[in-house]
């Protein structure tokens, strides 16, 4: 089965860079198109940043054009999400989902994905 594994949290403090990554195993990856969604304390999760499969366009939240990146490794079935001059608003777990078939209008759709990792902690300190 299709599994997710996230890592590259931490604590860093406002301004500085930190890279997410996110590892799949379990089938083809390449036919996996992979976002990114994020959930603070207290928040619904809310959609960062996806990479369609295959060809790999991309989609942002408003909130991390400009200074967050999507991309994908297919030789090493990896996701990245190099975020750059963090916020403590970016503080949250960060989560990466998979799933088939979406479309450039629905990489922001949480409900199109049928797999998810167990997150990761990003604390950003101000």
């Known amino acids: 089965q299709v599994q997710l594994v996230e890592s590259g949290g931490g604590l860093v403090q406002a301004g500085d860079n930190l890279r997410l990554s996110c590892a799949f195993s379990?089938?083809?990856?390449?036919?996996?198109?992979i976002g990114w969604f994020r959930q603070a304390p207290g928040l619904e999760r809310e959609f960062v940043a996806a990479?369609?499969?295959?060809?790999?366009?991309?989609a942002y939240a408003d909130s991390a054009k400009g200074r967050f990146t999507v991309s994908r490794d297919n030789a090493k079935n990896t996701v990245y999400l190099q975020m750059n001059r963090l916020k403590p608003d970016d503080t949250a777990v960060y989560y990466c989902?998979?799933?088939?078939?979406?479309?450039?209008?629905?990489?922001?759709?949480?409900?199109?994905?049928?797999?998810w990792g167990q997150g990761t902690q990003v604390t950003v300190s101000s």
């Open positions: 989902a998979a799933g088939m078939g979406l479309i450039s209008s629905t990489l922001h759709n949480g409900a199109q994905y049928d797999h």
């Open positions: 990479i369609k499969r295959y060809g790999g366009d991309t």
């Open positions: 379990g089938d083809t990856f390449r036919r996996y198109s």
